[in-house]
């Protein structure tokens, strides 16, 4: 897994080549407030892309991945923690160009205080790109009144044969749930934990490098 | 006889709407209640506000639970007290396994009890013993929390988890909504199973059908928030050819 460091970046990913690139924006590391990070792949190639946000990061991603073979996959995961006044947000675009790609979006927040974030993500489908899949899901739950988010997930297809779908969900913590944990004993803080890493497990988990998901699981419980 | 649970005058409410209106009842160790009652009588409120629902407002009475206050705890102090509700819906948690959640609560309880945590071996020879009791297979325990279980599966999972934090009451609330024979069976022949001299049951329910394999030794029942009459399983019997309307004309006239 490759660590990306520069704040304007274009990657060409070659025929049949496999990539899993990381941007993870945190205390410790140098942060540009705005980052351009282009991706064009060719065809066959595979991509993994995890785009992860940690308290205290006031940035702006605008990320554009762009199938220009056919037969392309791509990954894009981000999680953004956002805490104190924090703004932070995610433009993504991801354009299939190419016959035959696969595109899976997954873009998960959890926003505390009055803590901002925004999330515009754009799945684009041209006229050539036949039999393309593709999903892009946005998920964002708030722990506060103050906390909020804007997203806006879109879809335009001119191809006619292809499998896409979309969604954004926002909301709080399941008291249901909290309170079935309780009446086992519980207390309120683990219960919550435990249900805010199910909520970021489906992006955290997916990180090849074990040794740094166990630092960017510390790094969360910590501030939240 | 040692005394487990001891209400008195209790009064709750919901969004504003008193349910409970003077609910007295005594639970001791050994014992099996059943509450019955039609509808909208308070049932659910009732085992709510036991086990410190925080939607439920309590206006007045008393609770002791095993010599303490039980309304000045919390709803986890309450269960690691020993108070277990089997829910009625039980709630699907995706991304958080079984075996996590037992683990987390069962290890919670026991350094309430001032003893140490199990060991990860010890853990699991636990879970596997608990859920033969149960008939309950491998892979639910393996699974996220009540995910994508049919009806039966969740109340047998209920019963699993009474039987891993062997608690000293437990509510059982309308566990057999939901159930075909075979399920309310095995459900019913766990709970037997858990009965100790030490510990007691109140079954909440809207059937007599339950009492047949879970014996109650008292039987009452709840009418617009008040305990109107109790008896013993006979009583049970008699709701179930007369309905509920000869108790609803006695109270109302």
């Known amino acids: 897994m490759e660590r990306i460091t520069d704040n304007n970046l274009i990657v060409n990913i070659a025929h049949g080549e496999n990539r899993d690139l990381l941007l993870l924006q945190d205390a410790g590391s140098r942060i540009s407030p705005d980052v351009v990070l282009t991706i064009h792949q060719a065809g066959g190639s595979h991509l993994r892309l995890y785009v992860l946000t940690m308290p205290g990061c006031d940035v702006n991603n605008n990320i554009r991945i762009e199938q220009q073979g056919d037969g392309c996959h791509s990954e894009l ?45 754009m799945l684009k489908v041209l006229a050539g790109a036949q039999k393309t ?92 | 006889m040692q005394k487990i649970l001891e209400i008195k005058d209790l009064r709750a409410s919901v969004s504003g709407k008193e349910i409970l209106r003077g609910v007295n009842l005594n639970v001791n160790a050994g014992e099996i209640h059943a509450i019955m009652g039609p509808n909208g009588a308070g049932k659910s409120t009732l085992s709510n506000v036991l086990t410190g ?14 010599g303490k206050d039980l309304l000045t705890m919390n709803a986890e102090e309450r269960a690691r007290e020993g108070m277990f509700m089997s829910f009625q ?67 047998r999972n209920e ?19 939901g159930l075909d024979i075979d399920a309310l069976r095995i459900v019913a022949d766990g709970v037997n199973k858990l009965r100790t001299a030490d510990n007691a049951c109140i079954v909440i329910t809207h059937y007599q059908r339950l009492l047949d394999y879970i014996v109650p030794d008292f ?32 109270i109302d006239r």
């Open chain 2, 219 to 250: 039987v009452h029942v709840l009418y617009e928030g008040r305990i109107v009459m109790s008896g013993d399983k006979s009583l049970a019997l008699e709701l179930e050819q007369r309905g509920y309307d000869w108790i609803k004309d006695s």
């Open chain 1, 133 to 224: 899949e593709a999903c892009q899901t946005n998920r964002n739950v708030l722990l506060t009144t103050d906390a909020a988010v804007n997203t806006k997930p879109e879809l335009e297809i001119y191809a006619d044969d292809v499998k896409c779908s979309h969604g954004a969900t926002t909301g709080q913590l399941d008291e249901a749930a909290l309170f079935y944990m309780r009446q086992r004993g519980i207390d309120t803080q683990t219960a919550r934990r435990m249900l805010l890493d199910a909520f970021m497990a489906d992006i955290i988990d997916k990180i090849p490098d074990t040794s740094l998901t166990e630092k960017i699981r510390e790094q969360i419980a910590e501030t939240l």
């Open chain 1, 77 to 121: 995961y981000i999680l953004g923690i956002g805490t104190g006044s924090q703004h932070f947000g995610n433009t993504t675009h991801i354009e299939h160009q190419g016959i035959g790609g696969t595109s899976r979006e997954v873009a998960k927040y959890v926003l505390s205080d009055s803590s901002h974030g925004t999330f515009y993500g």
């Open chain 2, 53 to 66: 629902h925080p939607a439920y407002t309590v206006l007045g009475g008393e609770v002791t639970f095993r």
């Open chain 2, 89 to 155: 819906y039980p709630v699907e948690i995706p991304g958080v396994s079984m075996v996590n959640f037992m683990r987390t609560a069962v290890n919670e309880v026991r350094r309430h009890r001032g003893e140490p945590a199990l060991s990860a071996g010890a853990f699991l020879k636990l879970l596997k013993q608990k859920r033969e009791l149960v008939e309950m297979r491998s892979e639910f325990t393996n699974r996220s929390v009540n995910e994508g279980f049919s009806g039966g599966e969740k109340k």
């Open chain 2, 159 to 177: 019963i699993f988890q009474m039987a891993m934090l062997e608690p000293v009451l437990s509510i059982l609330d309308e566990t057999d909504s």
